[in-house]
């Protein structure tokens, strides 16, 4: 079955303790991304990657890195964690950049609270 | 700039037809796109526009006009099951994908 998945759907932490939520596509896809979604606001894009070794930021990048080692993964690597990066949090894919009819598949989504 | 704007709730009873707009300001439009999303799910992919007009898919349909930045989704025969968010986005190239808050829709019987 094609899909996205997250790891952990649920995580509470505190402030300053490194945390890192994985994203893994089985679909061969070149494209990943990673948004958070807050009330009133959307979703928002935070980083996403064109390949393997080819990331780059989106809108809201500050306090998150990621990397694409490989691709199938797509790791949200939060180093010092802070309440205002309580969200939930989808990782996406698609086959290419450019959206056609098979546009972007969301992961189940991680619900993150930082205290 | 950036902006998207759709309401932020609308509420509709069950068979009747609904209309969702958005307006945008998005430098480098290519296209549009309307997800639906259930409370706690991830969003799902309904329609993506990228000439003016309308496109037809069953019960959805949705319309882009370009000149205007205008877009609707157009739901007929609704169903309970249609109660979710639905979010407008758009693609401004290299998949840069630019969200509105979402119309949050009520479906009562």
């Known amino acids: 079955e094609a899909q996205v998945t997250q790891n952990p759907r649920y995580l509470i932490t505190v402030t300053g303790k490194k945390l890192t939520v994985t994203c893994s596509q089985n679909?061969?896809?070149?494209?990943m991304s990673w948004y958070r979604q807050d009330p009133g606001l959307g979703l928002r894009q935070i980083y996403y990657s064109m390949n393997v070794e080819v990331t780059d930021k989106g809108d809201v990048p500050e306090g998150y890195k990621v990397s694409r080692k490989e691709k199938r993964n797509f790791p949200l690597i939060l180093e010092s964690p802070s309440p205002n990066q309580t969200s939930l949090y989808f990782c996406?894919?698609?086959?290419?950049?450019?959206?056609?009819?098979?546009?972007?598949?969301f992961g189940p989504g991680t619900r993150l609270t930082v205290l | 700039g950036q902006n998207i704007d759709q309401p932020t709730e609308m509420t509709a009873t069950e068979g009747a037809i609904v209309q969702i707009n958005c307006t945008y300001q998005?430098?480098?439009?290519?296209?549009l796109f309307w997800y639906q999303q259930h409370a706690g799910e991830a969003p799902t992919f309904l329609s993506y526009n990228v000439l003016d007009g309308l496109e037809e898919k069953g019960r959805f349909s949705s319309f882009l006009s370009r000149s205007k930045g205008y877009s609707y989704l157009l739901l007929k025969e609704l169903q309970m099951k249609d109660s979710a968010s639905y979010l407008c986005a758009t693609y401004t190239g290299g998949f840069k994908t630019i969200f509105g808050a979402g119309t949050r829709l009520f479906v009562k019987a």
């Open positions: 679909m061969n896809h070149e494209y």
């Open positions: 996406a894919s698609s086959l290419e950049g450019t959206p056609s009819t098979d546009t972007q598949y």
């Open positions: 998005t430098s480098g439009f290519n296209g």
